[in-house]
């Protein structure tokens, strides 16, 4: 679903920008209260699975492809803050290095693809887990259904900037029915990478995954034949597990994701695709602004083998998305301590 420039006039586009800058500075604050010293590295992981995982566009219906957006995961695996600016790096490093999302539309994308879907999924996640028994399988359950329901409401808001914005005159019901139709199917993609990634992190380290955090329900007592809460027994103090190996596995998993697997992805259009060519809503498109990038579409320039080329090329997305995000996180991560510290 990233828009490329030309989609969108330059109005809409730039109070897109603005909002998208308005949520990136908000989830900068927020993340400082998501992120410690465990969860920060991990925040950067995120950003460059959720990058590994987007190569891989999988088939749905008649000739259309589908991929990881990937708002659902980030926010529940390192928290809704968090999750937004995981979606803006991978964005920001797709649109500028990869020629994939228009540099004028990366306010679009990031409001669509990282705003609008983390905040659907976060907020239909913590409304099932709290109504759900309060067991892992209720976290696994409740993010199927919140990165299910997050694609097509994503479908919903690009359709309504359309309508505000759109370049081209195609008739709005024809656009949503298509958009939202075709994002339903993706979205059962969505939601089965997202509860498998999210169920095999909690399998091995359930503490760092931010939605699963308060799962143990209090003890309780029957006191004169009524069930009360026990007080809390006192925990001895328990050395903090380092997140290395979680870190070096996800690391490993991410490159042989994009760098190998990505080669028998789908090469069918992606739903926006599918239906801009399908509806007209591409006769305006504009060349992007980096299509002589030596990455651009995903591919090494020069490099005629094209398995070495696309496998190279995601090597090197998800290495500076790691670099990137990871960077990024620990500087908020270091001046909320800083900030702490003055106070």
């Known amino acids: 679903m990233h828009v490329p420039d030309g989609f969108i006039n330059a109005p809409v586009s730039a109070a897109a920008g603005v909002v998208a800058a308005g949520a990136v500075a908000v989830s900068l604050r927020g993340a400082r209260k998501e992120l410690d010293e465990r969860t920060a590295p991990l925040a950067g992981l995120v950003a460059a699975f959720v990058f590994a995982v987007q190569m891989l566009n999988f088939p749905v219906a008649a000739g259309t492809s589908g991929h990881l957006l990937g708002g659902a995961l980030a926010a529940i695996l390192v928290g809704p803050y968090t999750g937004v600016l995981c979606i803006a790096v991978v964005l920001l490093m797709q649109g500028v290095l990869f ?168 090469a069918n259009p992606d739903g926006l695709e599918k239906v801009a060519a399908d509806k007209g809503i591409d006769a305006k498109v504009r060349p992007h602004a980096a299509a002589e990038s030596p990455l651009a579409d995903y591919g090494v320039k020069d490099v005629d083998n094209a398995r070495l080329s696309g496998g190279l090329a995601g090597v090197i997305g998800v290495g500076a998305t790691l670099a990137v995000g990871s960077g990024a996180f620990w500087a908020v991560r270091r001046r909320d301590q800083r900030t702490g510290a003055q106070l």
């Not at 990031?110 to 879907?117: K, L, R, Y």
């Not at 139709?181 to 993706?186: D, Y």
């Not at 029957?222 to 925990?235: K, N, S």
């Open 99 to 266: 020629a994939d999302g228009g540099l004028t539309a990366l306010g679009v994308n990031i409001t669509v693809m990282g705003g609008v879907t983390v905040l659907v999924a976060y907020a239909l996640f913590r409304g099932l887990v709290l109504l759900l028994p309060r067991t892992r399988r209720s976290v696994t359950v409740a993010s199927f259904v919140a990165a299910l329901v997050s694609v097509p409401a994503a479908a919903a808001a690009f359709t309504l900037i359309y309508a505000i914005g759109g370049t081209t005159d195609v008739p709005l019901p024809k656009v949503l029915t298509a958009m939202v139709g075709v994002h339903v199917l993706i979205g059962i993609g969505e939601a089965v990478i997202t509860m498998l990634t999210v169920g095999a992190v909690i399998a091995v380290r359930p503490d760092l995954v931010y939605g699963a955090r308060g799962l143990s329900a209090p003890l309780k007592l029957r006191v004169d034949g009524e069930l009360v809460d026990a007080a809390p027994a006192v925990p001895e103090p328990v050395p903090a597990r380092s997140p290395k190996k979680l870190w070096i596995g996800g690391v490993v998993t991410a490159l042989v994701l994009a760098g190998f697997v990505s080669f028998y992805a789908s």
